[in-house]
């Protein structure tokens, strides 16, 4: 792809996926953990043990029993992308290969990741050449990893294997 036809594909992609994020997300994720978070959870009655800071009062006052307040600790996760833009992407169905269809995917995790404050980073794989992005935050980003995808997916040489994916990815992100 010529830098042009690069540009005004990343402006497709973004302005599809802009608005499919903004429709289905909303908020940060929740962790399972349980603990004094910024996120109310729920009111329930007091069990010996409960920690007597978190007693609703007004609650209390209402039902003539304890209760406590439960809020759930928010999280920020990190979203790694490995994408395969080597020659066996260049195929699919007669309207999109699986190459474009995996740069579409990846602009929309990428997007929602961005949307929900989390950070995103990619593996690309490109014929035996890989290209790490390191995990960062912010829109910006998220359009480089968009680019680099675009860019690289001209299809050459031969992707990794399952057996090799996985040895790869551990050597990038535990440098």
């Known amino acids: 792809m010529l830098p042009a036809e690069i540009a005004q594909a990343v402006k497709r992609i973004q302005f599809v996926t802009g608005r499919q994020v903004s429709d289905v997300m909303a908020g940060a994720y929740l962790s399972v953990f349980k603990g004094r978070g910024m996120e109310f959870d729920e009111v329930r009655p007091y069990v010996p043990g409960d ?4 007693i609703d009062w007004n609650v209390t006052a209402r039902t003539g029993e304890p209760h406590v307040k439960r809020f759930v600790e928010e999280r920020e ?78 299809g050459a040489g031969e992707g990794p294997t399952k057996r090799e994916l996985l040895p790869r990815f551990v050597r990038q992100w535990f440098k």
């Open 51 to 54: 920690d007597v800071r978190t």
């Open 77 to 154: 996760l990190t979203v790694m992308l490995l994408v395969d833009v080597s020659a066996s992407q260049d195929f699919g169905s007669g309207r999109r290969s699986k190459l474009e269809a995996a740069v579409e995917l990846s602009a929309l995790i990428a997007m929602s990741a961005v949307e929900n404050g989390d950070k995103v980073g990619m593996l690309l794989f490109h014929g035996g050449a890989d290209l790490y992005i390191p995990p960062r935050k912010g829109g910006k980003h998220a359009l480089r990893i968009v680019r680099e995808v675009l860019a690289r997916g001209q």
